[in-house]
């Protein structure tokens, strides 16, 4: 049975802009491995930790929406501990609640962007 999950991964912020890419891209070749679709990607960014992580206080985050059998999960959580460039990560299945919050806030988001330039204007 197919589910809905969302995974977000903070990476460390020692890595290059191509550095961080290609770790999104491994994480989404795991993923594609394991015949899952991916649904929305978003790089958030440099953030601020609430915590130091491996004596860091910054990292890299990327969120990762995507369908996939259950038996992937343990696949991809394996593969994101054996990658030393991801600190943390949390995969969450979601309901159709979850579902409805992330299309709004996708929605919210892009007309955000939107109205950006016509601000700047």
Not at 12 to 21: A, G, I, M, N
Not at 52 to 65: A, E, R
Not at 78 to 99: C, N, W
Request: hydrophobic content about 40%; charged content about 35%.
């Amino acid at each position: 049975m197919v589910n809905s999950y969302e995974t977000v991964f903070i990476l460390t912020p020692v890595l290059s802009e191509d550095q961080v890419k290609e770790a999104v891209k491994k994480v989404e070749a795991t993923l594609k491995g394991q015949k899952a679709k991916i649904i929305h990607r978003e790089n958030w960014g440099l953030k601020k930790l609430a915590y130091p992580i491996q004596k860091k206080s910054t990292g890299f985050y990327n969120l990762l929406q995507f369908e996939a059998e259950g038996s992937c999960i343990e696949r991809l959580e394996i593969e994101m501990k054996r990658d030393e460039r991801i600190m943390r990560f949390l995969t969450v299945k979601m309901d159709k609640h979850a579902l409805a919050f992330a299309e709004s806030r996708r929605m919210k988001n892009k007309n955000a962007e939107k109205a950006a330039p016509e601000a700047e204007a």
